[in-house]
């Protein structure tokens, strides 16, 4: 490497910076909602993270409201992106809490469905 050149983070390392778990992006060969194919590619995982919200804030936030919900709480998220906020809620509240998620970009829906199973 030359002096003075820095190198692209690789989506692994920006995964982790966010405080999503290795490999959150990394969903593979996918399908979007129209039914189109697209390749496993690097591209739309940099975008999706640099689109996101990094999470250990929020988990923090969250983990403040705790005492102030009422016992089993289940939460929905609008425009959610790649899932953070259900991934955060989920830590906290279990498996199953956060219960829908809005998206409008293809490949953040891939991703969403994949670490959520659809549900």
């Not at 199953?96 to 959520?116: L, M, N």
Request: hydrophobic share 40%.
């Amino acid at each position: 490497m030359s002096a003075g050149a820095v190198r692209r983070l690789k989506p692994l390392e920006c995964e982790r910076l966010q405080g999503f778990p290795d490999g959150w992006t990394d969903i593979g060969d996918w399908i979007d909602t129209k039914g189109k194919k697209h390749k496993s590619a690097d591209a739309p995982r940099y975008k999706a993270l640099g689109n996101s919200i990094a999470l250990p804030f929020w988990q923090w936030l969250l983990e403040r409201f705790a005492p102030y919900l009422p016992e089993s709480p289940t939460m929905g998220s609008l425009f959610d992106g790649i899932g953070g906020f259900p991934l955060c809620w989920e830590r906290i509240y279990g498996e199953g809490s956060a219960v829908w998620a809005s998206e409008i970009e293809p490949f953040c829906i891939a991703v969403t469905e994949k670490r959520f199973k659809a549900r």
